[in-house]
RNA sequence: GGUGGGGUAGCUCAGCUGGUUAGAGCGCAGGACUCAUAAUCCUGAGGUCGAGAGUUCAAGUCUCUCUCCCACUACCA
C-alpha cells in the first residue's frame, strides 16, 4: 500500500457556460468527478492544481442579458459570482475559478490565433449567414426558425427539425424568421470569416488519438475517431457577434474588415484554461509554466480533463489542433476522462417543464454530501444513468445513512457508555481481526487503483464494500457479548471498530466531505493525519493512542423520507 | 440519412483480449443479533444477457440482419 511517487497534476473540468446555474447533469459529468479526482490525487500526496473557469462568450450569453435587462458584461458578472457560489455549495475545491473573459485569456487567444495564421493554420473565407435586420444581428442556424420543407412543421429550427428530424440548412427554410425577435425581416449575407485549417492536422491528431487508445476510455476515442473518419473539416473560429475577443493584427489594434467580429467562444473556451493557470498565479504567486509549457517543466506534469460527451470533440480535435499549430510548447491533455448524460427518469432535464434540478435548487433540498455520494455511486460512465428520486433516496438511506452513519454511530456511542469514550487497551487477535485485517489488505489498494484509474462507479462500490464490511466485523467480534464475560476482548472490538471508524472517515473525505470532516473531528484525528498514507492493515486497526479520547458524533445523515419524495416530486417533477 | 454509445435480474448498473452453475447494490422473502439512525449480519428467490441467423469444441462476449433508446452530425455550447 505504498504511496506512488508524487507527481504534479493539472485538472481541469469542462468550462460551464455562463447562461444559469447548471443542473445535477452537468456537475455530475464534469465539475464533481474532477473534484473528487482532485481531492483523491491530493490525498495521495500529489501537487495538484485543479482549474476551472466560467465561459462567457457566444450567442446565448447575449441573449440571456438582454433577456435580464443587463449589459453582457453586467449579466457575466452576476452569473459568475452564482456559479462560483453553486460550486462553493458543493464543496467544489478548484484551486482557481477564473472567467473565460479574462485579460490573460484574451490575450493569449490572439496569440495563438497571429501563431496559428504565421504558420498558415488560419485562412479567412467568405460564408453566408443569416441576418436579421429587426434584431440587428446575425443568427446562429439554431436560432433561424421556419417552416420545414420535408415535413411542413411550422417550427422547425435553421439546423435541425424538431418534428422529422431532418438535417436543415436555414437557407431551405420556409418563411423563416428570427426565433429571437419573431420577425421575418431576415435575409442571407455574405459575411468573412477566419477558418482554423483542421483538415491540415487530421493525420497528426489520428496518430495522438491511436497512442491514447489503451488509456482513455471507449467514448472518447470512439468521438474522436468518428469525426476523424468522417473527413475533418475546417472549423470557423470567428463569429459576428459584439461580445467576445477581438480579431486583431500584429500591431493589437483590429483586423481589416473584422470589426464587430469576435472569436468563436469554442475556439477561446479552452485557452482559457491555460489563461485561468494564469490568473491563479497572478493572484497566489504561483507559477504556472510548469504547467503548460512544455520547456518549463510540464512535460512531468500529469494532465487530466473531464468533460462530458459533447465537449469531445473540441478537446480531442480543435483545441489540440490550436496547441499543435502554434508550434510553441503549449502541453496537450494526456488524460481525458468522458462521461455520458445524467438524465430525468430517462428524459432530458428541461427548465421549461420543470423537469430536473439545478445546482442552487439541489442545495435548498439536501446537503451537498448526499448529491456528492449519490452522483458519483451513479456516474454516467457506461452509458446515460437516469436520475430519480428513488434511486437518489435510496443510496443516501442505504449507503450513507444505514451503512456508514449507523455504523460510526453504534460503536462510537458504545465506546462513550461502556469505556468513557477513551480508545481502550486489552484483548487477543481473533478470526475477526484477522478477516478485516485481509478485507482492508485487498480493498484498499483496488480503492486506490480506480481512483487512478477514474472508474468512479467502481471507487463508490469499494467504498461502501469497506464501509460494510465494518459492520460485518463488529457482527463477528460481538464486543457486546464479550462484555459481560471479558471486557478485555471486548475493547478488542470496540478498539478496532474505532480505528475503522477513522479509515472510513479518511477514505470519505474525497466524496463527502463534510461528513468525513465530522468523523474525524469526533474520532480528533489532527488535520496532518488525514492523508491517504495507509500502512499496513494491522497497524491501521490500532492506529489511534490507547487511552485517546473519542466523542460519538451527532447523526450524520437523516434519512430522506417518503413524504420528501413526494414533495420533491411534485416540485421538480418525475416519472410520468 | 450518416456515425458513435447503449439495450444484462422488479429498479440502477458491472461483466477485460469468447471458456466452469451470468455478478453487485437497491427492492423482496426467511433467519440471526440487540451495540446502533426498526439499524446491522447471514441465507434465499428472481435473468431463454433486445430479436433472428451465423462462426466455434465453447458466444452476454466475435460476424451479419433487424429492432428500440440516447448523443453527435461541424454557426447552441
Same mark, same amino acid.
Given at each position: ?54 465561459? &462567457? ?14 449589459? %453582457? ?38 496569440? #495563438? ?31 433561424? &426558425? ?45 459575411? /468573412? ?16 488519438? &491511436? ?65 485561468? *493557470? ?70 432530458? #432535464? ?30 454516467? &460512465? ?24 449507523? #455504523? ?7 465506546? %462513550? ?111 496532518? /493525519?488525514?492523508?491517504?498514507? #495507509? ?30 419524495? *413526494? ?10
Amino acid at each position: 500500500m505504498a504511496i506512488s511517487t508524487p507527481q504534479r497534476i493539472l485538472v481541469t473540468s469542462a468550462l460551464p457556460y455562463i447562461n444559469g446555474v447548471k443542473h445535477l447533469g452537468n456537475l455530475a459529468g464534469s465539475m464533481l468527478p474532477a473534484d473528487v479526482y482532485s481531492r483523491v490525487m491530493r490525498l495521495l500526496g500529489h501537487d495538484v492544481l485543479y482549474i476551472c473557469a466560467t465561459d &462567457e462568450h457566444g450567442t446565448p450569453a447575449e441573449l440571456a442579458a438582454a433577456d435580464a435587462g443587463l449589459t %453582457v458584461s453586467e449579466y457575466c458578472d452576476a452569473m459568475h459570482i452564482a456559479q462560483a457560489e453553486a460550486g462553493a455549495a458543493f464543496k467544489l475545491t478548484y484551486d482557481y475559478f477564473g472567467r473565460s473573459s479574462s485579460e490573460s485569456t484574451q490575450r493569449l487567444t490572439q496569440e #495563438f490565433a497571429l501563431a496559428l495564421e504565421a504558420n498558415g493554420f488560419i485562412e479567412e473565407r467568405i460564408s453566408k449567414q443569416v441576418y436579421s435586420v429587426a434584431d440587428g444581428r446575425y443568427l446562429p442556424d439554431r436560432y433561424v &426558425e421556419g417552416t420545414c420543407p420535408n415535413c411542413a412543421f411550422e417550427k422547425a429550427r435553421g439546423d435541425q427539425c424538431d418534428s422529422c428530424g431532418k438535417l436543415l440548412d436555414p437557407i431551405d427554410l420556409i418563411d423563416p424568421y428570427s426565433a429571437v425577435s419573431g420577425s421575418r425581416d431576415v435575409e442571407i449575407r455574405d459575411t /468573412n470569416h477566419l477558418y482554423l485549417k483542421q483538415s491540415e492536422m487530421s493525420g497528426k491528431l489520428r496518430e495522438w488519438v &491511436e497512442s491514447h487508445r489503451a488509456d482513455w476510455p471507449t467514448l472518447t476515442t470512439s468521438i474522436a475517431m468518428k469525426w476523424l473518419d468522417e473527413g475533418l473539416r475546417d472549423r470557423s473560429i470567428t463569429r459576428d457577434l459584439e461580445w467576445g475577443i477581438p480579431v486583431v493584427d500584429d500591431d493589437g489594434n483590429t483586423r481589416d474588415g473584422f470589426d464587430g467580429k469576435v472569436f468563436y467562444v469554442w475556439f477561446d473556451a479552452p485557452i482559457a484554461y491555460i489563461g485561468a *493557470t494564469q490568473d491563479w498565479a497572478a493572484k497566489t504567486g504561483g507559477d504556472w509554466e510548469p504547467y503548460w509549457r512544455t520547456d518549463k517543466g510540464a512535460d512531468e506534469t500529469r494532465y487530466v480533463q473531464f468533460m462530458g460527451k459533447d465537449n469531445v470533440a473540441f478537446h480531442t480535435l480543435s483545441f489540440p489542433t490550436t496547441i499543435k499549430g502554434s508550434n510553441q510548447p503549449w502541453k496537450l491533455v494526456d488524460e481525458l476522462k468522458a462521461f455520458n448524460w445524467v438524465t430525468w427518469y430517462g428524459g432530458k #432535464f428541461s427548465t421549461s417543464q420543470k423537469r430536473g434540478v439545478f445546482m442552487d435548487q439541489a442545495i435548498d433540498i439536501a446537503p451537498s454530501d448526499y448529491w456528492r455520494w449519490h452522483l458519483m455511486a451513479n456516474a454516467p &460512465e457506461g452509458s446515460d444513468a437516469a436520475f430519480t428520486w428513488e434511486e437518489f433516496q435510496a443510496s443516501v438511506n442505504s449507503d450513507l445513512a444505514n451503512v456508514l452513519g449507523n #455504523f460510526v454511530n453504534r460503536i462510537t456511542s458504545y465506546c %462513550v457508555k461502556k469505556f468513557d469514550g477513551a480508545i481502550p487497551a486489552g484483548g487477543v487477535k481473533t478470526d475477526a481481526e484477522v478477516w478485516i485485517e485481509a478485507e482492508l489488505t485487498e480493498r484498499l489498494p483496488k480503492l486506490i487503483a480506480y481512483y487512478e484509474a477514474r472508474e468512479f462507479r467502481k471507487a463508490m462500490a469499494e467504498t461502501r464494500a469497506i464501509w460494510a464490511a465494518g459492520n460485518e466485523y463488529l457482527t463477528q467480534a460481538a464486543p457486546w457479548t464479550h462484555y459481560k464475560t471479558d471486557v478485555d476482548q471486548a475493547a478488542m472490538g470496540v478498539r478496532t471498530g474505532l480505528n475503522l471508524v477513522a479509515l472510513f472517515g479518511i477514505i470519505a473525505q474525497p466524496i463527502i466531505p463534510d461528513a468525513a470532516a465530522k468523523i474525524l473531528e469526533a474520532m480528533s484525528i489532527p488535520e496532518g /493525519n488525514r492523508t491517504w498514507n #495507509f500502512g499496513d492493515a494491522a497497524d491501521l486497526l490500532d492506529a489511534l493512542p490507547h487511552g485517546h479520547i473519542v466523542s460519538a458524533p451527532p447523526v450524520l445523515f437523516s434519512k430522506i423520507e417518503d413524504e420528501d419524495i *413526494t414533495t420533491w416530486t411534485e416540485r421538480f417533477g418525475g416519472g410520468e
